[in-house]
């Protein structure tokens, strides 16, 4: 018989950054059923380096909230706390293997509506002070399950056909939440700004910026956001160094 494993979500928690977790093995925001029961793995790291959490911490909480209309917090839905936090090396977080902390959520805790959460993740020291780790935005998706209520509107928890595709697929997006677009980067250039074709209603809650390279030739580059200048018509990436061609390219995604 073939054994089925709870559904599971790695987020890697740096405690450096302010944008939005991501699950690792999609790169995407996490995602679950409604109704499911979802295992959170969980490693804290310092500006990319994974740090000794479990000398720090000694457990770790997470807080699911309601997103209101404005993407700001809603009401709090529930919270659940990992059991004693372990030693976990960079090796064995990437291989799968590993992680400092793991918070189990029941099928009964996520028999939530439809929708966009916010999922906020942080330490409990050992005398008891709370210190951030993370933040993600969370999508429970209504599978139809009957003992379920379906949403009152599921359209509007939902991305389009296009919105999705751009999401795996291409590029050249530009909705009301959803952007994407390949912008040349010019030889020289130390930063690259953003404009939005036509810019959103608020500043985006989510930027994944990465540079491509040329197929057969160019240095590698690496980018980070300038967080100041993010605003609902666009923002600026920094690179590593200087571009040493004009083939290399960003391929830019923004979510509202």
């Not at 090396?89 to 509506?113: K, N």
């Not at 200048?229 to 923002?235: H, I, M, N, S, Y």
Request: charged residues 15%; glycine residues 8%.
């Amino acid at each position: 018989m073939t054994a089925f494993s709870t559904k599971t979500l790695r987020l890697a928690c740096d405690l450096g950054r302010v944008d939005a977790a991501l699950d690792v093995r999609t790169n995407l925001p996490p995602a679950a059923l409604r109704g499911a029961d979802v295992l959170f793995q969980l490693a804290a790291f310092r500006d990319g380096a994974i740090v000794a959490a479990e000398a720090e911490f000694a457990t770790v909480s997470l807080i699911v909230r309601a997103l209101a209309a404005d993407g700001s917090p809603g009401a709090q839905q529930f919270v659940a706390t990992s059991a004693a936090l372990g030693a976990c090396t960079a090796a064995d977080w990437l291989a799968g293997l590993d992680q400092h902390a793991q918070i189990a959520v029941t099928a009964a805790q996520l028999d939530l509506a439809a929708g966009r959460y916010r999922v906020l993740v942080y330490g409990v020291t050992p005398g008891g002070a709370r210190f951030p780790w993370a933040h993600a935005f969370f999508t429970i998706i209504d599978a139809g399950l009957a003992e379920s209520d379906p949403p009152d509107d599921p359209a509007s928890d939902y991305y389009t056909d296009a919105e999705m595709l751009a999401r795996f697929l291409g590029a050249g997006l530009d909705s009301a939440t959803c952007k994407r677009r390949l912008d040349p980067i010019a030889a020289g250039a130390e930063s690259l700004a953003v404009v939005f074709t036509t810019p959103f209603a608020a500043a985006p809650s989510n930027l994944l910026p990465r540079v491509r390279m040329p197929s057969s030739s160019g240095r590698t580059i690496l980018c980070v956001i300038d967080h100041s200048t993010v605003t609902a018509a666009g923002f600026t990436v920094r690179f590593s160094g200087p571009t040493s061609d004009a083939l290399h390219q960003l391929d830019w995604l923004a979510l509202l």
